[in-house]
């Protein structure tokens, strides 16, 4: 086992990784930007190390910064957290070219999962059903004309190099056609310097349905059941809940075998996730994520099982800790992205808190970075808590959330706590009935209404 592991992230999740350590017994080194000196991850690691100013693509993004903290600090490991460089197969090359282990699959897995034709091509021959489309990338407009004059409309244009929810474009007919596929090419080429697009059936009331696997690289593979991320808006998740309320067992059980046939099938390393929309009892592959998701409490709340260590065993060349046949879900959990935002409009509310009271109690987790007096830095993510609540099936669920919610008090910046509470009063979302679409169309109904 690892004696020291450095963290190249902030904020909850390098403060979740820091814990894992904790009861392992490996020491922690947290790396920061200038922006983040007091942040508590920082404070929490058993070491810090500077590695740069406040943008991101100086600091948590830089190679050098990074790999250099770890030869200062004799770190053996890295975790990536998620976001960042928790994807990006060249930094896992130049890690492993340091002798350093990275705590992930690796850099050919990722690279082929990060780009979502092979990723979907790869999905494909591993006997996982995939979304109709496009066979590869879309060259020209004639060619997406014949295409979506094949699958049907609406359609739905792709960035291959997307991710976060960008460069995604929707056509309901051949005119609209014309103008997204332009739109989404020169966003993508934007975004990612990378302009090709693809072509997907949209579907009109899915939901998404992600199944969380693991590999011990050496040809096991387990599936940890599904977590249900259908409330998202702008293609980003906002609440997430396992298990599904939409599925049956016979589904997960299916389901789930395909996936952790696969991870076997691929030598897959580590944990990872591979995510569908669901219609009509049917399930489509749209993209793998090869790293730890921010939703990955709530699966373990429901198994038991800690993912982190998990992460950590199998990149030290451990077994995995349980075989599928140990796992068994035990109740409903559901988890709550709170930002730090003003709503209605989402617009980022930096700034200091001036006071901060965590909830707490039976089957509450919260996983923050927050605390009395903190600053949040204008530079990064949001994202400045997740609460977690698990109980003994959905309604319990559901109660003890809005139980914890009003427990919680952030003072000095607006955050999209008042977004959950309502959400809470909402009959689909007491019912579980709610597709990928359901809070746009909300927000909108709510908008209109309140001008
Ligand atoms: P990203 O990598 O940017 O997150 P994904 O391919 O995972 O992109 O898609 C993100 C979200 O976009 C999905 O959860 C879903 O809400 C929506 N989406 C993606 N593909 C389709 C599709 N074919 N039809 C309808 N919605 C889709």
């Known amino acids: 086992m690892f004696d020291k592991i450095l963290i190249a992230n902030r904020g909850e999740i390098a ?13 922690s080194v947290a790396v920061h930007s200038t922006a983040d000196s007091d942040a508590m991850h920082v404070r929490m690691a058993d070491e810090a190390i500077c590695i740069g100013p406040p943008p991101s693509a100086q600091s948590y993004l830089s190679f050098p910064a990074i790999i250099s903290a770890c030869e200062i600090t004799g770190a053996q490991a890295i975790h990536p957290g998620y976001g960042f460089l928790s994807e990006n197969a060249a930094f896992v090359q130049a890690v492993e070219d340091h002798g350093i282990v990275f705590i992930g699959p690796s850099a050919e897995h990722i690279r082929i999962m990060g780009d979502k034709i092979t990723a979907k091509e790869t999905a494909r021959s591993l006997g996982i059903p995939v979304v109709p489309g496009s066979e ?4 020209s407009l004639a060619e997406a004309r014949r295409i979506a004059g094949e699958i049907g409309y609406p359609v739905i244009i792709k960035a291959t190099a997307g991710g976060g929810g960008r460069g995604m474009k929707v056509a309901r007919d051949p005119a609209e056609l014309e103008l997204a596929f332009g739109t989404a090419r020169s966003e993508a080429k934007a975004a990612f310097g990378n302009d090709e697009v693809y072509l997907e059936k949209y579907l009109a009331r899915p939901r998404h349905i992600e199944v969380q696997v693991f590999g011990d690289g050496r040809g096991t593979g387990v599936h940890l059941g599904e977590r249900d991320c259908s409330l998202q808006r702008r293609h980003q998740k906002v609440l997430e809940e396992a298990p599904s309320p939409a599925i049956t067992a016979e589904e997960r059980d299916r389901i789930g075998r395909i996936c952790a046939d696969a ?17 009509d009892g049917q399930f489509f592959f749209i993209e793998m994520n090869t790293r730890l998701q921010v939703e990955h409490p709530v699966t373990e709340a429901i198994l038991g099982v800690d993912l982190v260590r998990e992460q950590i065993r199998v990149a030290a060349g451990l077994p995995l800790s349980f075989a599928q046949e140990d796992l068994r879900i035990n109740g409903h959990a559901i988890e709550v ?5 003003k709503l209605p409009h989402f617009a980022p509310s930096p700034g200091r808190i001036t006071q901060y009271h965590a909830p707490g109690g039976l089957g509450v987790r919260m996983d923050s970075a927050l605390y009395d007096g903190y600053r949040i830095p204008p530079f990064y993510d949001s994202l400045i808590a997740k609460l977690i609540v698990h109980g003994r099936d959905r309604p319990e669920a559901l109660a003890r959330l809005g139980r914890a919610l009003g427990e919680l008090i952030v003072d ?40």
């Open 337 to 341: 992205r709170i930002n730090a935002e």
């Open 263 to 279: 991870v076997a099938r691929l030598g897959y390393s580590g944990a990872g996730t591979i995510e569908f929309l669901y219609e």
């Open 412 to 451: 000095g910046v607006d955050t999209t706590v008042p977004l959950f509470e309502a959400l809470l009063e909402e009959p689909a979302i007491r019912a579980g009935e709610y597709d990928i679409h359901w809070l746009e169309r909300w927000l909108r109904e709510r908008m209109t209404a309140a001008s």
């Open 15 to 27: 403060l979740r990784v820091v814990r894992a350590c904790r009861e392992m017994g490996i020491r």
């Open 136 to 139: 590869g990338g879309v060259p």
